[in-house]
């Protein structure tokens, strides 16, 4: 499919974007100051790419209107919820380069929210920072209010998770004695796990290895801890 031909492009003609660029038409900040914002907003850095490929097409004289934009965001948000896109969408999509940015940064930007529980303010606050303009910010956070549950409800169901302990039984044997020795009096601690998949499982260890698995868990424990208090997490999320 060529460019010209392709859907999202219908009256992009219209969108000629101001080639000192920035949102709402403030200075544009430098790369460094981009990734600093990125890295503390919820987006993360990991995002870099998507996020310098959309600030450059949106900067271009072909930039998509808010109409077409919203089109790729309603792609995103069903992607999200029904996991996939239908083929000939996803083909539209992918063989238009350009659109294939938008795309994949309003994915991203969902996904991102999605996963750190972020609030409507600060989603829209942080894409406002990053210098996304002002009608792209609009769509997406319309979106993100209108079908957030229904995203997160969609993908925690995909989510690979692991079983969690729901209860714990323990005792404690004594050894008296062994083939070998008339006289041990060795204590070990017995662990029965009731996991929430309804499994049982059962470990046998010493004292000794008993305190190390003590040590460990208070050790993430306090580094849990540590983390939640960090400057970085204790921004306004849910």
Not at 3 to 21: C, D, Q
Not at 101 to 118: E, G, I, M, N, R
Request: charged share 20%; hydrophobic share 45%; aromatic share 6%.
């Amino acid at each position: 499919m060529s460019v010209a031909k392709s859907p999202f492009r219908a009256g992009s003609a219209a969108a000629v974007a101001p080639a000192s660029g920035g949102a709402a038409g403030g200075k544009a900040l430098s790369s460094e100051d981009l990734q600093d914002l990125l890295s503390a907003s919820f987006l993360g850095k990991e995002n870099w790419t998507q996020l310098r490929a959309f600030l450059k097409a949106t900067l271009s004289a072909d930039a998509l209107p808010a109409a077409n934009f919203r089109k790729l965001v309603a792609f995103a948000v069903k992607h999200l919820e029904q996991g996939s896109l239908p083929e000939d969408t996803r083909v539209k999509i992918v063989d238009d380069e350009a659109v294939l940015v938008y795309f994949t940064f309003a994915l991203a930007v969902l996904q991102s929210a999605l996963a750190q529980h972020t609030k409507e303010a600060t989603f829209q606050a942080d894409l406002t920072k990053l210098q996304v303009k002002p009608e792209y910010v609009t769509e997406l956070v319309n979106a993100y209010k209108m079908r957030r549950e229904v995203m997160g409800a969609a993908v925690a169901a995909k989510r690979v998770q692991l079983p969690t302990i729901v209860n714990v039984r323990w005792r404690v044997d004594v050894t008296i004695s062994s083939t070998s020795l008339s006289r041990v009096f060795r204590p070990c601690v017995l662990l029965q796990l009731t996991l929430s998949d309804g499994s049982v499982q059962q470990c046998e260890c010493s004292v000794e290895k008993f305190h190390e698995l003590r040590y460990a868990v208070a050790k993430s424990l306090k580094q849990a801890l540590d983390l939640s208090v960090h400057p970085t997490i204790t921004r306004e999320i849910e």
